[in-house]
């Protein structure tokens, strides 16, 4: 009913920068919060940011200063500036968003596909 379709994802040196961006299109009726999760093979998927539909924002410590979670409301699109990228930055990167579509009553998680981010030298 809903499709999250992730882009930006790719191969940068430690230090530099990536702009992640998911799209949500289909059913959608009203999206409450929207976040970004990362999942390195073998470890749990973790928390990197959120952002609720009054723009309030959360960070996982570990980014806190170097990524930068926004949302344009109009185009169900939520992004993640991520700078100053580091090899533990390295995994592959889920979007991940609160919807209420046509058909629904209550808000339910969908998830992107994920994109693949490689911090390398």
């Known amino acids: 009913q809903v499709q999250l379709v992730e882009s930006g994802g790719g191969l940068v040196q430690p230090g530099g920068s990536l702009r992640l961006s998911c799209a949500a299109s289909?059913?959608?009726?009203?999206?409450?919060?929207m976040g970004w999760y990362r999942q390195v093979p073998g470890l749990q998927r973790e928390l990197v940011a959120r952002?609720?539909?009054?723009?309030?924002?959360n960070y996982a410590d570990s980014v806190k200063g170097r990524f930068t979670i926004s949302r344009d409301n109009a185009k169900n699109t939520v992004f993640l500036q991520m700078n100053s990228l580091k090899p533990e930055d390295t995994a592959v990167y889920y979007c991940?968003?609160?919807?209420?579509?046509?058909?629904?009553?209550?808000?339910?998680?969908?998830w992107g596909q994920g994109t693949q981010v490689t911090v390398s030298s």
């Open positions: 952002i609720t539909s009054g723009a309030t924002t």
């Open positions: 289909g059913r959608v009726f009203r999206i409450n919060d």
């Open positions: 991940n968003a609160q919807v209420v579509t046509m058909t629904s009553w209550v808000y339910q998680d969908y």
